[in-house]
């Protein structure tokens, strides 16, 4: 079991930045690829960025591409989100998430389906 507990969401005018953190416990994190989602009202939850366990195979969607930026201290079992530059249409629920699939390609990991374990979400509101 791993559990995950974000923090660092807020209201944010446009142009501003957050960053977000998921504290990791349970099983070894360390062996654990991790992600971020974001799921905005009447919409499906959607792939945000991704780092796999060795801190390297780095993913972004293209909506977030030279803005966000995802990292991970193994040390101290947390993954954060560096959000820069941010825009209205980045509003969400962002969950942290976990994967202990290994897959051959990194692109699979930016499916729900590949997720193991969930945070319980930050909320992300962005002010025009």
């Known amino acids: 079991q791993v559990q995950l507990v974000e923090s660092g969401g807020g209201l944010v005018q446009a142009g501003g930045s957050l960053r977000l953190s998921c504290a990791a416990s349970g099983r070894t994190f360390s062996n654990s690829h991790m992600g971020w989602f974001r799921q905005a009202p009447g919409k499906e939850r959607e792939f945000v960025a991704f780092?796999?366990?060795?801190?390297?195979?780095?993913i972004y969607t293209d909506s977030v591409r030279g803005r966000f930026t995802i990292s991970r201290d193994n040390a101290k079992n947390t993954v954060f989100l560096q959000m820069n530059s941010l825009k209205p249409e980045d509003t969400a629920v962002y969950y942290c998430a976990a994967s202990t699939r290994d897959y051959r390609t990194t692109y699979a990991y930016t499916r729900t389906d590949a997720i193991d374990y969930w945070g319980q979400g930050t909320q992300v509101t962005v002010s025009s």
């Open positions: 780092i796999k366990s060795t801190g390297g195979g780095i």
